[in-house]
């Protein structure tokens, strides 16, 4: 495939670091010369001090990669650790989670909340899981993004019964969740 495919990188997603506009593109020639023509008509400022940090990270990766002290080992624990914890979390209120591999969005299926509760206000026509979520944010303080919003009107449907969360959170925002969601689970037991 690699006389027909450009692989884009991306520094904010490959470090973590949101908002930095430092990319690369590898691929062949042929497609190469047509996008240096475009980036250089469409881009007029490179900023040169991320472009020389983000050199400096892949560096030093390359001199520790695949060992304890890389950016890249690291960042897989904690990710996957983040993901386990928020797992267990919506457990407890019975959301049950499509166990992720290579993202930081967790998708929970609300099922059960759709059994319970299937009449919940919203506009006519809108899915369930975008009025789950506005019941969610209103009475519970936490927030997702409905699934349903990511298909045509046509399969809407199939995936109005899941939402999907963000585990890429510090520690105190995690406290806070876990804090709603027993009270949560209080509410749920009586």
Known sequence: MWERTLTIGSAGKTFSVTGWKVGWV?????????LRTVHQNCLYHCPTQAQEAVFSSFERELQVFGQPESYFVQLHKAIQ????HMMNSLQTIGMKSIVPQG????????SIFKEKMPQLP?????AYDS?????????KGLVAIPVSLFYSSEQKKHFDHYIRFCFMKNDSTFEAMDDKLQQWKKELES
């Not at 993202?103 to 609300?110: C, P, Q, S, V």
């Open 103 to 110: 993202t930081y969005f967790l998708i929970a299926d609300i």
């Open 81 to 84: 650790k983040k993901r386990d």
């Open 122 to 126: 919203g506009s006519e026509g809108e």
């Open 131 to 139: 009025r789950f979520i506005k019941w969610m944010i209103k009475n």
């Open 26 to 34: 590898l691929g062949p020639d042929h497609l190469m010369k047509h």
